[in-house]
């Protein structure tokens, strides 16, 4: 694969000029075009936690819905940031601003991989070429907790996040965004939905172009995104959904990381700042590019049954230019760092199909929500790894404490050595499940069996897998009158991991898990009031992790089991049409139980706070002098951290970050201004430092202070 260059934008401002223009020619065709919409999920939206459009509160399992209004109240930029709020998931794991990755842990096991509208985004574990999807395209995000491979196949136990996305709607329907903030934010967005011709035909089409400083020095963060998507009704029976989404990353601020020491801990030699950079201007590139084409067809085959068929193809390429630091090369005296030089080149393109029945069939007063499923993926993924040396005397230098961001001379450099990594991997999937109600009980069961297999070679050196398992969840819950609902379930895990051991040299076993959960789900009659207390306890076995005695970081080990226990609350309350409260408590407890070859049994893996909270209400005024105005904060506490996974150096402090959003109607000043807002949206407010680590020579910033001034239109 050829190096992607850094290009001028010209063929991408074109397209999205053009997809500003849509709206306008589309306008002038509706008289009265309405202001106010309901938004409607679609027909071929299903919930995540049962793959049918059964509702989540009838799941028993744990599950959180992040609704689309209060991603855009909150401005987040990520997926990463979506999940902030989320109660039992950990976030932003290499601080604020790495933007390319979106790192998340769900009940104390990293969750590499999310989905998009039930269908995979395609990442291999451990590479730098992870799709992400902007927030421009989600409609809501849920979060589905504890192991799901009954219906998703491969997967952690944890949980797993599936992004919603935005559909064509009935409705015709325009937003337009300009915003501008720190860090030199310029933004413009576009959402504009309705329906075609006569009727058959809807159509969406989102755009977006943003550029912003990054929060280390000499870093930018860049990315068009363009998503048209079209829904058919054939018949009164047949629906199809055409997509694509296609994004554009020139620049990804960085990917590199500081010591502890001045850092996370004081030093009174010299310290660092959320700005400080340990890389070099002149060896800093992230460019990404990627896109997605697929379908979705429904056919209603009478009342109780129907057929979904989904389908996605996928092509992305990253190119980087970095340099990292490892044990040995920070003199914490001094302030002088050594740097490694290297490089990646990463290519991979893949196809995922789902296949649906679902049906409801009555026997007595027994009510059954069948589906039945067959699944396949395959990708296959390249990449170069390339390192150099120089012989720039200067760029030895460094100083970390002084940093000279512009040492380099990319004529002195010579390549050292060349990681040629080849990987495919394939997964067909059958399952089934049978929900169902009788009287005030919801029963599930459903089972699942995967085959699965890989091929990995790195430079001639080629390990295969080929693995089967069956995987199967029981649960029940039973609704009161009083609208509590208490439940119960067993659910296991199947994640197979591509390559080997790098102590021993054998193929990974699979990863496979198992978890038992209670709890009591609420929901008031008058639905003013929701909330849901659980509790779980997981085992994961043969779990893959970064071997922390490796000089790059590059290398993968596998130790025995791990336990995660703990406790989850989320409530909601709105306490009038116009003010709710929403708030969530996370206790966890996780610990490796099992592992004689590394030396971790009894240690807490890293990123698992005992102890998180969250807060988040909005009030909105509709009478007096602050008529049409919204006042949005919210406050998220994540509790300690060990540093590293041999819990040998200390523990990452705690912090509680406050964030603030306000809007205001424009219309209410004058009926020249109908349908325009303005919001100021402020995230990390008191501007708290916080920080995150992998061990004391691979540390983080977390998000710095960041406010956002947004003006929007819609007609």
């Not at 010591?259 to 800093?284: F, L």
């Not at 059954?368 to 170069?384: A, E, F, P, T, V």
């Not at 996370?586 to 890293?606: F, W």
């Not at 909270?613 to 002098?625: E, F, K, N, P, R």
Request: hydrophobic share 35%.
């Amino acid at each position: 694969m050829a190096v992607v260059k850094h290009s001028t934008f010209s063929p991408i401002a074109v397209a999205i000029m053009a997809a500003f223009a849509t709206p306008f020619v589309l306008a002038a065709q509706a008289d009265n075009p309405p202001v106010d919409t309901v938004t409607i999920l679609g027909k071929t939206y299903r919930n995540t936690a049962t793959k049918t459009t059964l509702a989540p509160q009838e799941t028993p399992q744990g599950i959180s819905v992040i609704e689309g209004e209060q991603l855009q109240q909150r401005a987040v930029t990520s997926l990463g940031q979506a999940v902030r709020y989320a109660p039992g998931v950990v976030t932003e794991t290499k601080g604020g601003s790495v933007t390319l990755l979106d790192n998340f842990y769900i009940r104390g096991f990293e969750s590499n991989q999310s989905y998009y509208d039930g269908m995979l985004v395609q990442y291999l574990k451990g590479w730098n070429l992870q799709p992400q999807i902007d927030p421009i395209a989600m409609q809501q995000v849920e979060i589905f907790k504890g192991p799901t491979s009954v219906l998703y196949g491969a997967m952690p136990p944890g949980g797993m996040v599936n992004v919603i996305a935005k559909k064509p709607q009935p409705q015709r329907h325009t937003e337009l965004s300009v915003s501008g903030g720190s860090r030199n934010l310029k933004q413009v967005t576009l959402d504009t939905t309705g329906p075609l011709g006569d009727g058959d035909l809807r159509y969406r089409l989102l755009a977006k172009s943003r550029k912003q400083d990054g929060q280390v020095d000499g870093t930018e963060e860049e990315r068009y995104v363009i998503a048209p998507s079209l829904d058919w009704q054939i018949t009164d029976d047949t629906l199809l959904n055409l997509n694509l989404y296609y994004q554009k990353d020139p620049d990804m601020g960085m990917n590199s990381a500081l010591p502890a020491s001045g850092t996370v801990t004081g030093n009174p030699y010299g310290s660092t700042s959320p700005s400080t950079s340990a890389g070099d201007r002149n060896w800093s590139k992230f460019e990404r590019e990627f896109w997605m084409l697929g379908y979705k067809i429904q056919h209603d085959f009478n009342a109780e049954w129907s057929l979904l068929q989904s389908l996605r193809y996928t092509d992305a390429t990253l190119y980087q230019e970095n340099t990292y630091h490892s044990a040995g090369q920070f003199d914490a005296v001094t302030g002088n760092l050594q740097r490694n030089i290297y490089s990646t080149d990463e290519d991979s393109h893949g196809i995922v199909v789902d296949n649906q029945l679902s049906g409801q069939v009555s026997w007595g007063s027994v009510e059954h929500n069948l589906l039945l499923g067959i699944d396949y993926q395959r990708l296959k993924g390249n990449s170069d790894y390339r390192t150099y040396q120089t012989t720039e005397s200067d760029f030895g230098a460094f100083n970390l404490f002084a940093p000279d961001n512009n040492l380099l001379d990319r004529s002195s450099l010579t390549q050292t050595d060349l990681y040629a990594y080849d990987i495919s991997i394939k997964q067909l999937g059958f399952y089934f499940q049978d929900q169902l109600r009788w009287n005030r009980w919801v029963l599930i069961g459903g089972g699942r069996f995967d085959h699965y297999t890989s091929s990995s070679e790195v430079s001639g050196y080629s390990t295969d897998a080929d693995d089967n398992e069956f995987t199967y969840r029981v649960g029940a819950l039973y609704e009161f009158d009083s609208g509590l609902a208490p439940f119960a379930s067993f659910a296991t895990s199947f994640s197979p991991v591509a390559g080997g051991d790098s102590q021993f040299g054998q193929p990974f076993k699979p990863e496979t898990g198992k978890q038992v959960e209670v709890g009591v789900k609420y929901q008031s009659a008058d639905m003013s009031k929701q909330g849901s207390i659980s509790l779980y306890h997981i085992l994961k076995n043969d779990v893959v992790v970064t071997d922390p005695s490796s000089a790059d970081y590059q290398d993968d080990i596998q130790v025995g089991e791990v336990r995660s226990q703990g406790i989850e609350v989320e409530g909601r309350w709105w306490v009038t049409p116009g003010w709710d409260i929403a708030a969530s408590y996370t206790y966890s407890d996780v610990e490796v139980t099992k592992d004689s070859a590394n030396g971790l049994q009894g240690t807490t893996p890293i990123y698992v706070p005992e102890h998180s909270a969250t807060l988040w209400s909005t009030y909105q005024i509709d009478q007096g002098v602050l008529d049409g105005s919204r006042v949005s904060a919210g406050a998220r506490y994540v509790g300690s951290m060990m540093m590293d996974a041999t819990n040998t150096q200390g523990k990452v402090p705690d912090y509680t970050m406050v964030d603030l959003s306000l809007g205001y109607d424009l219309g209410k000043i004058s009926e020249r201004l109908q349908g325009v807002s303005a919001d100021v949206i402020a995230s990390n407010l008191l501007d708290e430092k916080s920080y995150t680590c992998y061990d004391n020579m691979n540390c983080w910033y977390g998000a710095e202070r960041t406010i956002e001034v947004k003006l929007g239109y819609q007609f």
